[in-house]
Structure formats: structure tokens, C-alpha cells
């Protein structure tokens, strides 16, 4: 048998195998058992008792995380001039629409998030090749698609992001920094849960949330009880 590292020594003095933690007993552990030298994330992975290749069945919604992200979020905006000023004052980092449409065709992808407007979208149609595998794609599902685009950028550099259920029936996300403390992470995991609760199908049936865990970038994962989340 190998033998373990000083790290994993670590998370297995902290971590008891197989042993359900409470939300708060969980966000408490993610930071003691995380090693990194650099600001890692804190993921969240949730396994949902749905089917997602039914239409029926799918979850998908978006969350403002009540701490934020504690990630920088590149945000641009494309939209008609009349909103370009309120855009940029709400912090979007970059601002246009026909400059930055030419750019994306040649290539261009430096942002994180894409606001636009139902009018524009018309002129995104032929970028879904190029957005679409990157997640850029804008959305009137993900808030992205909207008439006000200033509170929609605000709301994305507060710390709103958008969640989709995978083909496995698993929902990722990631809910803060390990430099969070452990209420920072205890109240964004929270809220994402309770979102995700909110938005189970009426067609679901049996167990809804049957797993849920919470790690680092490269860390252990803690299992959370989920009826702790409740």
C-alpha cells in the first residue's frame, strides 16, 4: 500500500469516509482541508433524481450568490447606443455591437459573459458556432437577453451566475473562494441548493437531490447531507 502524502493525511484526519456533513459542518471543513497555494475555487456538485433528456425533467435556472463569486467577471455588452452609457457605468468591461461582432467572428472570445438585447439578436445568430460550445451563447433564460442590460451587468459582477443540469443529471457550480469564511460559503451554498429545490419538475419522481458535494479546486470532496440544506 502507498503511503499517503502529508496532504492527504491531512484530509483523511478531517474527513471521515463515507460520513454525511451538515452544510455548515462542510463549509467549514473545505478550507481546512484545502492545501493550494493559490485562491481556489469552492465547487459544488449536485446529482439530481431527473432524466435531462426530457424536456420535462430539465433544470436550469440562475442564482444571485448572496457573497458573490469572488471571481473577476469579464462582461461585454452588446447593445444599440442609447444604452451603451448605462452599461458602462454599471461595469460592464467592454461596450458595441457591430466592432465587437467583427472581432468574435475573427476569433475573439476574451469575456466570461455576453449581455445583449432582443433586438440584437439577430446579428449573434451566426456567432452560435463560436459562442455556443463556450457557454457565451446569450440567453432570455439566463437573464442574458433583456431589455435593461445595465441591471443585467450589475447583476453579473454581483455575483450571478447561471446553472445548467448536465447529461449525467449532475448540476456544477462554483460558489466562492477559500478565502471566503466558512459563513460566506455556508450562505452562497445555501441559496444555490434552495434555487435548485425551487426548480425541481413536476415530473421528477423518487429521490430529487440524491447527492451533494462540496470541494476546492483539487481538494477531497466533503458529501453533504442534503437534508441539511432543507
Known sequence: MSKLTKNQKLVADKVEAGKAYSLKEAAELVKEITTTKFEASVDIDVRLGVDPRKANQM??????????TGKVTRVLALCTPDQEAAAKEAGADYVGLDEYIEKIKQGWTDVDVIITMPSCMGKLGPLGRVLGPRGLMPNPKSG??????????????QGKIDFKVDKAGIVHASIGKVT???????????EFLQTIIKLKPAAAKGTYMKSVFISSTMSAGIKVDPKSVE
Open 59 to 68: 433544470v436550469r435556472g440562475v442564482v444571485s450568490l448572496p457573497n458573490g
Open 144 to 157: 442574458t437577453v433583456t431589455m435593461d442590460v445595465a441591471k443585467a451587468v450589475k447583476e453579473v459582477k
Open 180 to 190: 471566503f469564511t466558512p459563513q460566506q460559503i455556508f450562505e452562497n451554498a445555501k
